[in-house]
């Protein structure tokens, strides 16, 4: 109760501590975003060598050096260089280095900083919204959940069960006590968010005989229905397929990339997602002002 006096009574210093935890979750999401592919990856092949029934010389994942979210340390890609504490405070830490590794001077991605940054706007914006309380918190949740599955699928056109499921429930458990809709609605936009990309899917499937979009996005649309209700569907899907139509668009005109390779779209449902739990009801009346 102290803390959340302290934060009504000063409200600046709740937005300044969302902006800092946001910095440094930043950082591990950064960690989750290159660990967790691998580490599927991995368990994948384990899992394949216990079906085929190989034996240990066939195997390819013995002698592998432990790889988990905590092993091994966080290092340079090409020096081995372990990273201290004070080269891994996020964003001022690229900054003092001048984006390069202290070590052996080659450039460190801008991904890092430019994740760490986003998750620490995106952090200040919830909190700003919502302000401090659990719904806040497991907001936080969804939000940092959404970085990963965009970054994660943009790289390797995968979202995570490890991901979409547990948030589809939190979604269902917080809505039962009507945090954010109704029990009610939220089952049903859990259902209708995966039947819809799922009838959508089967349909590009029989006329084109291409797979359009993966199963994980299915359970992402599910998600963000358990979380917002049915009624937020289809502006969800509104906003996802107009920015990733006009981001495929200009991919096409202005790099000439070739129409044929397919775009992920867990991004734009994610951003169309996060977008929608910030100003629903802003973009609702935008567009009846508009259209109607």
């Known amino acids: 109760m102290a803390i959340a006096t302290f934060f009504a009574t000063f409200p600046i210093a709740l937005l300044c501590f969302a902006v800092l935890l946001g910095l440094f979750i930043g950082s591990f999401l950064n960690v989750v975003i290159y660990r967790l592919p691998i580490i599927m990856q991995r368990d994948w092949t384990e899992q394949c060598n216990e079906f085929l029934e190989l034996d240990e010389s066939q195997k390819k994942t013995d002698n592998l050096p432990s790889f988990n979210l905590s092993k091994p340390g966080s290092h340079c890609p090409n020096c081995k260089h372990e990273i201290t504490a004070l080269e891994n405070i996020p964003v001022l830490s690229f900054l003092l280095q001048g984006g390069k590794c202290k070590n052996c001077k080659v450039s460190i991605s801008l991904r890092y900083p430019i994740v760490e940054s986003l998750t620490g706007v995106f952090t200040l914006l919830i909190a700003y919204q919502y302000g401090y309380g659990w719904l806040t918190l497991a907001l936080l949740i969804l939000t940092w959940s ?12 995968l979202l995570p069960d490890d991901i979409t499921i547990p948030i589809l429930w939190l979604g269902l458990i917080i809505n039962y006590f009507e945090l954010i809709t109704t029990l009610e609605a939220a089952v049903l936009g859990a259902i209708a968010g995966y039947l819809i990309l799922w009838a959508v899917y089967w349909l590009f499937k029989i006329l084109t005989g291409k797979e359009g979009m993966g199963h994980g996005d299915f359970k992402l649309l599910a998600a963000l229905g358990a979380w917002m209700g049915w009624e937020v569907l289809p502006q969800i899907i509104l906003l996802s397929s107009l920015i990733g139509a006009l981001i495929g668009l200009g991919l096409i005109i202005i790099k000439g990339r070739d129409k044929n390779i397919l775009i992920p779209f867990g991004p734009y449902l994610a951003g169309a997602g996060f977008v929608s739990l910030l ?10 002002a508009i259209f109607l």
Do not use: A, G, K, P
């Not at 959404?146 to 056109?157: A, F, G, R």
């Not at 629903?280 to 567009?287: A, G, P």
């Open 146 to 157: 959404l970085i990963v599955l965009t970054m994660i699928d943009y790289d390797h056109q």
């Open 279 to 288: 100003w629903s009801d802003e973009l609702t009346q935008m567009y009846t």
